[in-house]
């Protein structure tokens, strides 16, 4: 399976997919970090956000880079439970380096990152910079369960892939709005977000019920991938 893992991220990269997100990545993060400096938890949950949209349409042309029949033949050979878990692992290595970036970019070039004013309630920099790790952390799970829906080997064609793609994205945006009617639908991307840009930061408990959050629903949107796939095999 690990061998599995770097034949697809091989793939990917030497096959230019790769630029096309990375360079929309960083054209986010330029836009987000230019304005100006911010404290280190705002700024990470705005850029958790905008990447997450990026990260799964990464994710989508990762699985989307092995052509069918060398597909169907890696489920004769290792089974496909493991071919299925092999895209979704090699899917999200590239999530986790655009997140390294994106933590990198607001201390250079930009140096955007400040820390607490005096006699704020604002969060200390490490706990900042600890936050946005966790807001990249959980965006990145999330991004690859949407991009995995969206690839060819469910939707079929190019088409359907990208309706699903951009279907999901802007869903996970409108309905983590804060009056949204069935916020429970949509990964805690939104809600991460207002977490760390509230005045005061919440327990660390609301933390806890965000991981959560985010492991229940890509356990969903997988296991929905899962027997499509099986289904259209």
Known sequence: MIALVRMRLAAFVRSGRALAPVIT????????HGGGQSAAAPAYAYSA????????????????AEPDVQRRLARLTVGARREAVAGL???????????AVAMLVPWWPFHAIRGPEPGSAEPSLAAGIALGVLAHLLAIPAAVALGALASRAV????????????????????????????????PPMMAT??????????????FWLLAAWTVLWCGVVLGGYGRLRRSRA
């Not at 990545?25 to 987000?32: K, M, S």
């Not at 956000?49 to 989307?64: E, S």
């Not at 939707?155 to 994205?169: D, K, Q």
């Open 49 to 64: 956000v905008m990447l997450f949209p990026v990260l799964a349409w990464q994710a989508k042309l990762l699985l989307d």
């Open 89 to 99: 692992l090699a899917a999200a290595v590239p999530g986790l380096a655009c997140c």
């Open 193 to 206: 977000a207002r977490a760390l840009t509230a005045d005061q930061l919440p327990p660390a408990g609301r």
């Open 25 to 32: 990545a960083l054209a986010l993060l330029g836009v987000i």
């Open 155 to 186: 939707t079929r064609t190019v088409r359907n892939g990208v309706v699903v793609l951009v279907t999901g994205a802007v869903l996970a945006i409108v309905l983590g709005l804060s009056d949204s009617v069935a916020p429970w639908l949509a």
